[in-house]
T-cell receptor
Framework: DTGVSQDPRHKITKRGQNVTFRCDPI?????LYWYRQTLGQGPEFLTY????????KSRLLSDRFSAERPKGSFSTLEIQRTEQGDSAMYLC??????????FGPGTRLTVL | SQQGEEDPQALSIQEGENATMNCSYK?????LQWYRQNSGRGLVHLIL?????REKHSGRLRVTLDTSKKSSSLLITASRAADTASYFC???????????FGQGTRLTINP
């Protein structure tokens, strides 16, 4: 399978716990993005990497959120001290220089 | 913040009919992309149209772009039940790397 993959697909956690999500982009893509989507809304941009460098972060990305892409391949998104408002679908996308962005299946987070 | 607005927010048609969805945006763009999302799933890339293009086709899909009106439309011809999904347009806000999405059109195809 050469598409974008995300793990886990679903995560249920209790408020205050930390969670970490992983994204594996399409192998030849140097750009990787994280988005968040709540029910009935379009995805909202969180952050963007080109290779291992994090080049842009949305103000939606509070200090409880951190993303890494240490070797320019897979990426992780960690949420510390989760809150109920963090419940959402977290989507990862990757692209080459051509501009078409391909999304993974998403990780659905539920914070109880 | 959401850049675009899709119209209508919801559309229900009979199988075999054509479905047209519209998207308006606010800033200059380099390209506009359309995505499909089945309930609870990830987004599937449908088509990318660049700012110097006016129309693009892919199978049963036709996308138009009018940069003077800052609007785009997605036409699905000969709709099928499997086309039932939410459809989103996304723009690159003047060439920025991030995509800005609208709220989407929920399309229901009735058999």
């Amino acid at each position: 399978d050469t598409g974008v993959s995300q793990d886990p697909r679903h995560k249920i956690t209790k408020r205050g716990q930390n969670v970490t999500f992983r994204c594996d982009p399409i192998s030849e893509h140097n750009r990787l993005y994280w988005y968040r989507q709540t029910l009935g809304q379009g995805p909202e941009f969180l952050t963007y990497f080109q290779n291992e460098a994090q080049l842009e972060k949305s103000r939606l990305l509070s200090d409880r959120f951190s993303a890494e892409r240490p070797k320019g391949s897979f990426s992780t998104l960690e949420i510390q001290r989760t809150e109920q408002g963090d419940s959402a679908m977290y989507l990862c996308a990757s692209s080459s220089d051509r501009g078409e962005k391909f999304f993974g299946p998403g990780t659905r987070l539920t914070v109880l | 913040s959401q850049q675009g607005e899709e119209d209508p927010q919801a559309l229900s048609i009979q199988e075999g009919e054509n479905a047209t969805m519209n998207c308006s945006y606010k800033t200059s763009i380099n390209n506009l992309q359309w995505y499909r999302q089945n309930s609870g799933r990830g987004l599937v890339h449908l088509i990318l149209i660049r700012s110097n293009e006016r129309e693009k086709h892919s199978g049963r899909l036709r996308v138009t772009l009018d940069t003077s009106k800052k609007s785009s439309s997605l036409l699905i011809t000969a709709s099928r039940a499997a086309d039932t999904a939410s459809y989103f347009c996304a723009t690159d806000e003047g060439g920025a790397q991030k995509l800005v999405f609208g709220q989407g059109t929920r399309l229901t195809i009735n058999p």
